[in-house]
């Protein structure tokens, strides 16, 4: 029973450690996919990481039922697959930066649950798919509207992939406190309002599905973190949109796993 984060010590040099309920960080000692002990020493915390580095990042578009119907797409009859890339990382606390070299005046939030592979599996069963599991983070999946939709040649990558586009976190919430990943509330909020606001209950696949589907014929390596999509309420269904802007503040905020919060500031 943990929550694992990955932090900069006062020497900053990178510790994981095991979130306390206090606030605090007890130190750990080992590997994260094999097996981590405590160290019995208190971290000194300058900053926290985002608590993995991905070997990659594998996400699932429209799969949530009111999600499909607000963009006003057919439910799918398996799941749709994308890729962010490394780059698109980004620690908690560190801001979403809006591209302006390549420019875009659509970037979006999108609240997602995390899942991250602890061991690497191929062709598994639904039935058994959880087992594969290390654990649960929160996810922003960023999206730049008008390069996914409109300027990207019909696939999504080009408006998922820029620098910042991923913020995962706070913590690795691990499988023993999360029992069933398809029962947690999970939220947006922008500028202290609450934008996206339903549970993960609503998708239509749900995480035992999607790492069936997604390590068939595929191997899935531990450190594999999979976006599982996003509820209705995107900026891009607002009337009018609601696109992010410089000097926003955004937060993910998933039951049983935390808060992922996020400044935006525009690209130097």
């Given at each position: 029973?943990?929550?694992?984060?990955?932090?900069?010590?006062?020497?900053g040099?990178?510790q994981?450690?095991?979130?306390?309920?206090?606030?605090?960080?007890?130190?750990?000692?080992?590997?994260l996919?094999?097996?981590?002990?405590?160290?019995?020493?208190?971290?000194?915390?300058?900053?926290?990481?985002?608590?993995?580095?991905?070997?990659?990042?594998?996400?699932?578009?429209?799969?949530?039922r009111?999600?499909?119907?607000?963009?006003?797409?057919k439910?799918?009859?398996?799941?749709?697959?994308?890729?962010?890339?490394?780059?698109?990382?980004?620690?908690?606390?560190?801001?979403?930066i809006?591209?302006?070299?390549?420019?875009?005046?659509?970037?979006?939030?999108?609240?997602?649950?995390?899942?991250?592979?602890?061991?690497?599996?191929?062709?598994?069963?639904?039935?058994?798919?959880?087992?594969?599991?290390?654990?649960?983070?929160?996810?922003?999946?960023?999206?730049?509207?008008?390069?996914?939709?409109k300027?990207?040649?019909?696939?999504?990558?080009?408006?998922?992939?820029?620098?910042?586009?991923?913020?995962?976190?706070?913590?690795?919430?691990t499988?023993?406190?999360?029992?069933?990943?398809?029962?947690?509330?999970?939220?947006?909020?922008l500028?202290?309002?609450?934008?996206?606001?339903?549970?993960?209950?609503?998708?239509?696949?749900?995480?035992?599905?999607?790492?069936?589907?997604?390590?068939?014929?595929?191997?899935?390596?531990?450190?594999?973190?999979?976006?599982?999509?996003?509820?209705?309420?995107?900026?891009?269904?607002?009337?009018?949109?609601?696109?992010?802007?410089?000097?926003?503040?955004?937060?993910?905020?998933?039951?049983?796993?935390?808060?992922?919060?996020?400044?935006?500031?525009?690209?130097?």
């Amino acid at each position: 029973m943990m929550k694992i984060v990955r932090v900069l010590d006062e020497l900053g040099q990178e510790q994981i450690g095991s979130l306390n309920p206090d606030g605090t960080v007890s130190g750990l000692e080992g590997d994260l996919f094999g097996e981590l002990l405590p160290t019995g020493k208190t971290l000194s915390v300058s900053k926290f990481l985002a608590p993995l580095v991905p070997n990659s990042v594998m996400a699932v578009g429209l799969n949530y039922r009111h999600h499909a119907e607000e963009s006003g797409a057919k439910i799918p009859e398996y799941p749709i697959l994308f890729i962010k890339t490394p780059n698109t990382v980004q620690n908690p606390g560190d801001p979403i930066i809006l591209p302006t070299f390549l420019a875009s005046d659509e970037v979006d939030y999108e609240c997602e649950l995390a899942v991250i592979i602890g061991k690497n599996c191929k062709n598994v069963r639904r039935e058994n798919a959880l087992e594969y599991v290390l654990g649960y983070t929160c996810a922003n999946d960023v999206s730049a509207r008008d390069w996914q939709i409109k300027r990207g040649g019909s696939q999504w990558c080009r408006g998922k992939c820029f620098d910042t586009f991923c913020p995962l976190g706070p913590a690795i919430v691990t499988t023993d406190e999360i029992p069933d990943p398809n029962r947690l509330a999970i939220k947006t909020i922008l500028n202290g309002k609450e934008v996206q606001s339903w549970n993960t209950n609503d998708m239509i696949f749900d995480v035992p599905a999607l790492i069936e589907f997604l390590s068939g014929s595929t191997t899935l390596a531990a450190g594999t973190v999979i976006l599982t999509g996003t509820p209705h309420g995107v900026g891009m269904a607002h009337k009018p949109p609601t696109w992010l802007k410089a000097g926003d503040t955004v937060s993910i905020e998933i039951e049983s796993i935390g808060t992922l919060t996020n400044p935006v500031i525009d690209e130097a």
